[in-house]
């Protein structure tokens, strides 16, 4: 209704000067996020940030993250484990994808999933990651019975994986923009 009316309004008059859609978008909450998550296993543990932003009320997810312009999901998954753990990862295939209509917070997401293997890096916290740590199954099933998970697909991803869910990279397709009319 009125909301709907105030954003097209808002887009429009935002259209019309240059850099408009990064103003656009840097103020409108969109009704969907996407997520680029790393699950990553040692030694049959696996590897979880405690997030301290007020959104996530100190829950714990896997290292994880949006896109930025221009950033593949890869990549984006690549950076957000370095900035949250001090890891450095690369993806080797992707668990799967999990839609949340609806979350706790009040926003659609849909989590792509990312086995990810250590490459380098030394484990560190942050203000933003007060803990990261490697958890294992039952003590990642404490924290969802706890409502201290972030999200359902962080148990279903671990599951998935051990069970032998494996989908290529290149199940995601980097596509370039398209052109323009002329």
């Not at 990810?116 to 916290?125: F, I, L, M």
């Not at 990261?132 to 039952?138: K, L, P």
């Amino acid at each position: 209704g009125a909301t709907l009316e105030w954003s097209r309004r808002r887009i429009a008059r935002a259209a019309s000067t240059p850099g408009w859609y990064r103003e656009v978008m840097a103020t409108t909450i969109p009704p969907f996020v996407i997520g680029c998550s790393n699950l990553v296993v040692t030694d049959g543990r696996y590897l979880l940030v405690q997030e301290s932003k007020a959104s996530a009320r100190s829950r714990y997810n896997f290292p994880a993250g949006k896109p930025e312009l221009g950033e593949t999901l890869v990549e984006a998954a690549v950076r957000e484990a370095q900035e949250e753990t001090g890891l450095d990862v690369a993806p080797e295939y992707l668990v799967g994808i999990y839609q949340c209509a609806r979350t706790s917070e009040g926003v659609g997401v849909v989590n792509f999933v990312f086995r990810s293997a250590v490459t380098g890096g030394d484990v560190r916290t942050s203000d933003e990651h007060p803990e990261v740590g490697y958890f294992d199954r039952e003590e990642v099933a404490a924290l969802g019975r706890e409502g201290r998970l972030r999200g359902i697909h962080i148990e279903l991803a671990i599951d998935q994986c051990a069970a032998g869910a494996r989908l290529p990279l290149e199940t995601v397709q980097v596509v370039p923009s398209s052109s323009l009319p002329t």
